[in-house]
């Protein structure tokens, strides 16, 4: 499969948003000619329920990219049978057991809360003195 640029681009001579025009050409292309290889094959439909935000989001975000929803999804799904399963790791947000004991002793009432703060001076601050008011009752 050849890629082909649009532009030559020395990097030790332009800017950072330069840079990342560049390297956004070059997957705009690398996906393009993935998806002109996809065109030449049969295709079929598949009808998705999204949540119309989601969806606007998701063609927004595309769209810098030079592709619409339709060209994403297949890259997607090219890239799923590629790596064999979903191509980015999948996990819930499980709090571990300290911050669960926490949140916990908060809602009782046991553990005291800092804030709201306008600075990070000011929560350092009182941070700060409860260390001390802590430590001279341990003494």
């Known amino acids: 499969m050849n890629y ?3 532009k030559r681009v020395h990097v030790s001579a332009i800017e950072t948003s330069q840079i990342f025009a560049f390297f956004i050409d070059i997957v705009h292309n690398i996906y393009y000619n993935i998806y ?19 969806k606007a ?3 927004k975000t595309f769209a810098a990219f030079g592709m619409n929803l339709s060209e ?6 090219h890239k799923s049978i ?6 980015f790791d999948v996990r819930t947000r499980v709090p571990n057991a300290e911050t ?3 949140i916990e002793s908060i809602e ?7 804030g709201p703060f306008s600075s990070i001076e ?9 260390d001390i008011a802590e430590d001279s009752l341990n003494a």
């Open 122 to 130: 000011e929560m350092n601050s009182a941070l700060d003195a409860e």
């Open 4 to 6: 082909i640029l649009r």
């Open 72 to 77: 994403a999804i297949n890259i997607f799904l």
């Open 82 to 87: 590629m790596e064999h399963g979903l191509p």
């Open 100 to 102: 669960i004991a926490l």
């Open 108 to 114: 009782h009432g046991t553990e005291r809360l800092y």
């Open 57 to 59: 989001e998701a063609e």
């Open 36 to 54: 002109k290889e996809m065109i030449n094959v049969k295709t079929s439909n598949y009808n998705v329920r999204l949540n119309p935000e989601i």
